[in-house]
């Protein structure tokens, strides 16, 4: 199980896994352009020193956890901190497709995603989830993720914790 750029390889499988996101998004306009127009979200990614690298609002880097040939999850590293909000910018954002949910996976993809991190040259990461996502909160405190804010976003009772992670 490894970490692989986004290809046209696993292209099959990763259409796959977001068509299975996308029953229970709540924002499935991303996942609907990613599935119909794949060549064009697949041709956003150069290579820059080995690491795919697309520009977004700031650059980031994009790796699909691959087992046996499938599609997994996706990790999204950010090379500077951003959010939709200017109090909650984070670095990386993972997630995994729920048919491999609650099998380990989720803690793979973040463990590994924390050494591409520290291979783009980053020594510690802002990580965000929200409060409700209980998955989400245990993966990044068994990265090592420290607490240190909880912030509410004005939307409705959203809350969101924010986490630092030290990249050993």
């Known amino acids: 199980m490894e970490l692989y750029p986004p290809s046209n390889?696993?292209?099959?499988?990763?259409?796959?896994?977001?068509?299975?996101?996308?029953?229970?998004?709540?924002?499935?306009k991303f996942l609907k352009t990613e599935i119909d127009n794949f060549d064009i979200y697949l041709s956003q990614f150069t290579t820059s020193?080995?690491?795919?690298?697309?520009?977004?609002?700031?650059?980031?880097?994009?790796?699909?956890?691959?087992n046996e040939e499938k599609y997994v999850g996706t990790v999204q590293i950010r090379h500077e901190a951003s959010?939709?909000?200017?109090?909650?910018?984070s670095h990386i954002y993972f997630h995994i497709i729920p048919s491999r949910?609650?099998?380990?996976?989720?803690?793979?993809?973040?463990?590994?995603?924390?050494?591409?991190?520290?291979?783009?040259?980053?020594?510690?990461v802002m990580i965000t989830c929200d409060k409700k996502n209980v998955a989400s909160r245990k993966i990044i405190e068994n990265?090592?993720?420290?607490?240190?804010?909880?912030?509410?976003?004005?939307?409705?009772?959203?809350?969101?914790?924010?986490?630092?992670i030290k990249i050993k």
Do not use: C, H
């Not at 390889?9 to 299975?20: A, F």
């Not at 959010?83 to 910018?89: A, E, L, S, T």
């Not at 990265?143 to 630092?164: F, P």
């Open 83 to 89: 959010g939709r909000f200017d109090n909650i910018k």
């Open 101 to 124: 949910r609650r099998q380990g996976y989720g803690n793979k993809i973040l463990s590994l995603g924390l050494k591409k991190s520290r291979i783009l040259g980053l020594n510690k």
């Open 9 to 28: 390889k696993y292209k099959d499988s990763y259409i796959s896994g977001l068509k299975e996101m996308l029953l229970e998004s709540p924002n499935p």
């Open 49 to 66: 020193n080995n690491e795919p690298v697309a520009k977004g609002i700031v650059p980031f880097s994009e790796y699909w956890l691959i």
């Open 143 to 164: 990265n090592n993720g420290i607490l240190i804010n909880e912030i509410m976003t004005g939307v409705g009772s959203e809350t969101i914790l924010k986490y630092l």
